[in-house]
């Protein structure tokens, strides 16, 4: 009896046109405009948050260039750049989705950098991350 009266309704509703309706948004042509200016700008400069694992920081600029050249002659596969955060230079690694991502890269590098940790980085690229 159920299934009757439910088909009886699904039958109803679609020859009254109700399941298969058509929404037309009508929105300024400025909003518009905002959203492709949006839409352009997020192509052009993607930015993700994620991971990285911090090996170094120094005032030193020089020594955080070194250990740069250092880090990738270790690792060549692991993406690696320093940032400035006045007075700091500080030398990062990899990209990483989550924060237990970054910390399973640490374990690899504590013999070589036992005093590196992850840290947060809110501008990452979409192809930096590394994938594992």
């Not at 439910?6 to 518009?32: D, S, T």
């Not at 997020?42 to 250990?67: C, F, H, I, K, Y």
């Not at 993406?79 to 399973?104: C, N, Q, S």
Request: glycine share 4%.
């Amino acid at each position: 009896m159920i299934k009757h009266f439910v088909l009886a309704n699904v039958l109803l509703l679609v020859a009254c046109g109700c399941l298969a309706q058509e929404v037309q948004i009508n929105e300024p042509p400025r909003v518009a405009d905002l959203v492709e200016q949006w839409v352009r700008a997020n192509r052009a400069n993607p930015q993700m948050a994620g991971w990285r694992v911090q090996l170094v920081s120094s005032t030193d600029r020089t020594r955080v260039e070194e250990e740069k050249v250092r880090f990738l002659r270790l690792y060549p596969d692991v993406p690696a750049d320093w940032v400035h955060e006045k007075p700091y230079y500080k030398l990062r690694a990899g990209a990483f989705h989550t924060r237990l991502e970054a910390a399973a890269f640490l374990q690899t590098l504590q013999d070589d950098y036992p005093g590196a940790y992850p840290a947060q980085d809110r501008n990452i690229h979409p192809r930096d991350f590394i994938r594992r």
